[in-house]
């Protein structure tokens, strides 16, 4: 976990986690006194002055893939910075070890020791939640794609199984991407399945500072683009020195997004964003007017 925090917030945590561990090593505890782990968890996440990098372990006793994919979810209801997704490894001389059998547990003998089945979870459902984990680290785990890849896993139950399916299908799923690549597969995939959501992959693309001549950019409007009569400003400062795009919402409408570039440097992130709006209303800005950087 990454944080700034207080002695006392610090403290919290360090008590969290004990509490934890000792509910892992009691399945029984665990079951009676899960709602307090998850408040907790929920506390930490709420916390402003810190991020909160949460762990999910496959192949531990009782847990269900089905469970894993629900957890997921809850994390992400509860905006944790990163969800790691990691297997379990028994460790010579550890509680767990020493119980394995009693808790139905089948590890490898040799290290990193990790689980290879359990009473609830099989040899494929491992290997699927070690895909899911591979899912995770790069889209939910990237900052570029993470308000997306949240939304797109809260509004949909499905989402997680379909894209971790989409990914698998183009042998994607173990090949290492970079930035730009995972825009253009989410893109793809958001096209084919979720063709509501491609103005916000196309809004992460921009703000990440992709090309705008690649295909999730395909709607934006770069040549000779002149503000509009009234915008409401997201976040930065206009000025006429600023190159202009402009993301229409829609076919039918003049409404959209504006992003501004600085032409003056080589920053490849837009420094302005503001939404168009036909009339003025109020917290409507004329372009003329200079407004503080707000996110």
Not at 44 to 62: F, R, V, W, Y
Not at 81 to 103: D, H, V, Y
Request: aromatic share 12%; net charge neutral; proline share 4%.
């Amino acid at each position: 976990m990454q944080y700034r925090t207080s002695k006392q917030e610090f403290l919290f945590y360090l008590i969290f986690a004990v509490y934890i561990l000792a509910c892992v090593l009691s399945m029984s505890v665990l079951a009676e006194n899960g709602g307090v782990v998850i408040k907790g968890l929920k506390y930490l996440c709420s916390l402003k002055n810190m991020e909160t990098h949460a762990d999910l372990i496959a192949g531990l006793p009782l847990y269900h893939l089905s469970e894993i994919f629900e957890d997921v979810r809850t994390l992400a209801g509860y905006n944790a910075g990163e969800i790691q997704l990691e297997s379990l490894k028994l460790l010579p001389g550890t509680e767990m070890r020493r119980r394995a059998e009693e808790l139905g547990i089948r590890y490898s003998p040799l290290p990193p020791y990790e689980v290879l089945q359990t009473n609830e979870i099989s040899v494929n459902e491992l290997q699927t939640a070690r895909q899911l984990s591979r899912l995770l680290d790069g889209f939910y785990n990237t900052t570029a794609w993470q308000a997306i890849t949240r939304k797109l896993i809260l509004d949909d139950n499905d989402f997680l199984r379909r894209f971790l399916e989409f990914l698998i299908d183009k042998n994607l799923i173990d090949q290492p991407m970079s930035l730009e690549k995972r825009g253009l597969v989410l893109y793809e995939f958001c096209s084919m399945h979720y063709p509501a959501y491609k103005i916000m992959v196309t809004i992460a693309w921009i703000e990440a500072g992709m090309s705008l001549k690649k295909k999730p950019a395909e709607k934006v409007k770069t040549k000779r683009q002149m503000p509009p009569e009234y915008w409401e400003v997201i976040y930065g400062n206009y000025k006429e020195s600023l190159r202009l795009c402009f993301l229409p919402i829609d076919d039918n409408t003049q409404n959209g997004y504006w992003f501004g570039f600085e032409s003056e440097i080589q920053k490849a992130e837009p420094v302005f964003k503001a939404k168009e709006i036909m009339e003025r209303c109020q917290n409507t800005q004329s372009p003329q007017i200079n407004t503080d950087k707000s996110s």
